[in-house]
């Protein structure tokens, strides 16, 4: 579908304002008695009580919520997070489909993906783009995990040098690692580095490597279905001609991601990796934050992602309203409905969107989500 065949369709759709509502409403007995009884009455037993046996929970991957074969596997496994280009250039993706979440940030008129993996590597995986401001506090809750990336001012180059030396993150820029990137034939500088998660692991890994502890919350078994309102899918407005959309696919049972840059009109909006695969998620969250200029660059926006706000939540096929927290860089994320009580994902994937506040973000209608569909 083309960009310009979209702009009908954007209109269209409901946009709301972050903030407010997109729908209606927006945890030893005593012993029998041992008088003697009557000759003529049978003597009475009494059933002994019965115990009942929790099962063991199943081992979960942290990041996913998945169950893990060998919980061994990942005690010593840290978390690797590649920060990927997002330009209309740098599509498709490698490795994007692999990783456990992405974060999806606003840059300098376009977004940037900062892409964690632990369940499964990217190899390989880019194309590679530079570090920004945002990203210390946006990994700083993975335990020291190894950063991928390349390029930088050197005020974010210093920043990221400066987190390494206090124990947020281990730095393997192409500067540092240049032997593990490569440039890929067939796509223009510098849309074409890449690199393999495996290898970045088992090359940089510091001795005292652990793996990251659960950063967001995951239903098991036992908790109930998620209550929110059923939506065939959900646009999210980033700005500068940025619109996303993500379309329930109920029989694959995740978010199909459709993106149409309004500067860089394609023929088609959706969205796949190299391999053909679309991206589709089983969990979108949208963290409305704040953004200012960067402390490294005036020039570049930074969001803040510790503090709280508005959020909504897709999951199961259900849009959730309610709000994020994360009181400081090591918390996690919290997510909570406008009935106050706690949101949570399905196992699997989960892209994380952080537009600014205020951004438009809505409801796709029936008719425009069909249409994106058949783009597939």
Not at 181 to 193: D, E, I, M
Not at 231 to 236: A, D, L, N
């Amino acid at each position: 579908m083309s960009a310009s065949s979209l702009r009908p369709l954007v209109r269209a759709v409901g946009i709301a304002t972050a903030g407010c509502s997109l729908f209606a409403a927006a945890s030893c007995g005593s012993s029998p008695s041992e008088a003697a009884a009557p000759a003529t009455t049978a003597p009475t037993t009494t059933a002994a009580p019965t115990t009942t046996t929790e099962p063991a929970p199943v081992p979960s991957w942290p990041l996913t919520g998945l169950p893990i074969g060998d919980a061994t596997e990942a005690a010593a496994k840290p978390a690797v997070v590649a920060k990927i280009d997002n330009s209309p250039e740098a599509r498709p993706h490698a490795g994007i489909n692999q990783a456990d979440i992405v974060y999806e940030v606003q840059v300098e008129g376009i977004t940037r993906f900062a892409a964690v993996f632990h369940s499964q590597a990217g190899d390989p995986v880019g194309p590679v783009r530079s570090a920004r401001s945002t990203d210390i506090d946006l990994v700083g809750n993975l335990h020291r995990p190894l950063l991928i990336w390349s390029g930088g001012n050197p005020g974010v180059t210093a920043q990221v040098r400066q987190a390494q030396t206090d124990g947020v993150l281990v730095d393997v820029s192409h500067t540092n690692g240049a032997a593990h990137y490569w440039r890929q034939s067939g796509r223009v500088a510098p849309h074409n580095l890449f690199t393999n998660v495996s290898a970045i692991r088992d090359n940089f890994a510091p001795a005292d490597a652990t793996s990251p502890g659960p950063i967001l919350p995951y239903r098991n078994d036992k908790d109930p279905a998620p209550v929110g309102d059923t939506v065939p899918g959900v646009q999210i407005d980033f700005g500068l001609g940025v619109v996303v959309q993500y379309v329930w696919d109920a029989e694959a049972t995740c978010w199909a991601r459709f993106q149409t840059d309004a500067r860089h009109p394609r023929d088609a909006s959706e969205f796949v990796d190299e391999a053909g695969v679309q991206v589709c998620p089983k969990n979108i969250v949208v963290q409305f934050a704040q953004y200012g200029p960067s402390q490294a660059d005036v020039r570049s926006p930074q969001a803040y992602t510790v503090g709280d706000g508005a959020a909504l939540v897709l999951t199961d096929g259900k849009l959730v309203t309610g709000t994020w927290a994360r009181p400081a860089r090591e918390a996690a994320l919290a997510l909570t409905s406008v009935d106050g009580s706690a949101v949570k994902l399905t196992p699997g994937s989960t892209w994380i969107a952080v537009p600014k506040a205020g951004s438009g973000v809505g409801p796709l209608t029936p008719e425009v989500a069909a249409e994106l569909a058949s783009d597939k």
